[in-house]
């Protein structure tokens, strides 16, 4: 398969230390803030009653990604998990190339239970994936863009993962024996847009104080008429729990004529932030 030439992300550092420090206490505050938006999430635009996979992210399952699935069927959308168990649990590459045919093998898999979806519903479905899942997620609206309605990603790292603070701590997780050369980072970036030019809606939603994927490598690149990213406050392990997440999530999902504007809204306002690029 060619990969497009990729230029580096020059802002590779990784989150502030205060930010990672801080991820598991910023989960329990989200997870129990859901009362001061629910007002808004009362208010959000209905569903049209399409289907929506939720994909997790590293090491990540199902019941990481279930309480976005049941807001998700409460707005009127037919949410299913992915199904394949936790995320990359059993990979242990010896180089990134090798994380990489992962990578392409799991998107298969991804892309054959859309497709069955598709012929089941008769009609595209939509991707939300957090954090390596939305990597999966963009790559497959590259190359199957006739299953695919729209995608959403929640704080994944497009660029560089020498910008994550796990970075380190996966070689060690696979006992160092992954070999990085900026080769195969190249490669591991680039293939995230490979497969053909992008023609489906992407909502990249990222957080200048996540502290497990640093900003700079935080927003999706491509067409701005299809790419859009947006910086939430919300903690890396929080997004798929974070009611301000949902909300942005639940105006996004519809028709652009029928959303209403969440930055005039007193609860978002403050804590949205529309990034150009």
Known sequence: ?????YSPVPDLRPPKLHHSVMEFGRVVLEMGSSAMLAPVLRRLPRGDGHTIMTIPGFMGADGSTASLRKFLNRRGYRAIPWGLGRNAAQVRPRSLDEFLEHRRQTEEIIAARVEQECRASGGKVSLIGWSLGGLYAVALAHRYPQWIRQVI??????????????????GRAYNDQVE?????????VAYTYSGGELRVPVLALFSESDGIVGSGIARCEGDP???RNMAVMASHVGFPFNPLVFAVIGNHLVEPQQRWSLCNSDY???FVRQVSG
């Open 1 to 5: 398969m060619s990969i497009p030439a």
């Open 153 to 170: 990603t929640l704080g994944t790292p497009y660029g560089d993962p020498r910008a994550t603070s796990i970075y380190n701590l996966v």
């Open 180 to 188: 990085v050369d900026e080769a195969a980072l190249a490669r591991w």
């Open 225 to 227: 008429r299809y790419v």
């Open 268 to 270: 978002i306002r403050p």
